[in-house]
């Protein structure tokens, strides 16, 4: 069974701090994609990574694949109360999503 | 843009009821998914389908059967409600040829009294 381990699974900070969210699996992915959802509504797709070591960035957020792609990670800088939702990663597997629990973040103005 | 739209932002239940949630994307996806969400736990794939007339099993299908007799619609059925399904249901589609992606609807919070 493929699993995504997602850490931290909450995260509470204020603005203007930096933080990190990491997805690890001992599994291969063709894809990781990271979503962010808000409160009542589905998950909307921030971006995804599909080469080894491939790093993309999005205004303060920089998404990372490892060069194995077994793991990734989100990194925001300055994080503004904007920021505030639940992320989650996501490996792509014979066209299916495997999952990770997610991170919720809070940043407090 | 990729519209997915779902029947019912929320609803309430017995124990026992059949209960329809129904999910409707206008953009031709071949693929669409029917999840459950729960605090800690994700999303868990509950089934879905690759074309019309066309249904997989997820991780968690106990309980649930769906439908799909038209390209854009995709049916989520609880032949009998519990408790225990009382949860935000996500559907989600896919294109085809865009990779692993997928788009989703608001969600359907039910609650199962």
């Known amino acids: 069974t493929q699993l995504l381990e997602q850490s931290p699974q909450f995260l509470s900070i204020q603005e203007g701090e930096n933080l990190t969210v990491y997805c690890n699996s001992s599994s291969v992915f063709s894809s990781l994609q990271w979503y962010r959802q808000e409160p009542g509504e589905g998950p909307v797709l921030l971006v995804t990574?599909?080469?080894g070591g491939e790093v993309k960035k999005l205004k303060r957020l920089t998404f990372q694949f490892g060069d194995a792609r077994k793991d990734s990670s989100l990194h925001i800088t300055a994080a503004q109360p904007g920021d505030t939702g639940l992320y989650l990663c996501a490996g792509g597997s014979n066209y299916q999503l495997i999952w990770g629990a997610g991170t919720k973040l809070i940043i407090k103005p | 843009d990729v519209k997915v739209t779902q029947s019912s932002r929320y609803l309430v239940k017995r124990t026992g009821e059949k209960v329809f949630l129904e999910c409707v994307q206008d953009?031709?996806?071949?693929?669409m998914f029917w999840y459950r969400q729960d605090p800690g736990l994700g999303l868990r794939l509950i089934y879905f389908s690759y074309d019309v007339k066309m249904k997989e099993k997820g991780d968690i299908p106990e309980g649930y059967s769906v439908s799909r007799e038209k390209k854009e619609r995709f049916s989520l059925i609880l032949e009998s409600a519990s408790t225990n399904q009382t949860s935000m249901y996500l559907c989600?589609?896919?294109?085809?040829?865009?990779?692993?992606?997928?788009?989703f609807g608001p969600g359907t919070r039910l609650t199962v009294l």
């Open positions: 953009m031709d996806h071949e693929n």
């Open positions: 989600a589609s896919r294109p085809p040829g865009k990779g692993d992606t997928q788009y």
């Open positions: 990574v599909v080469t």
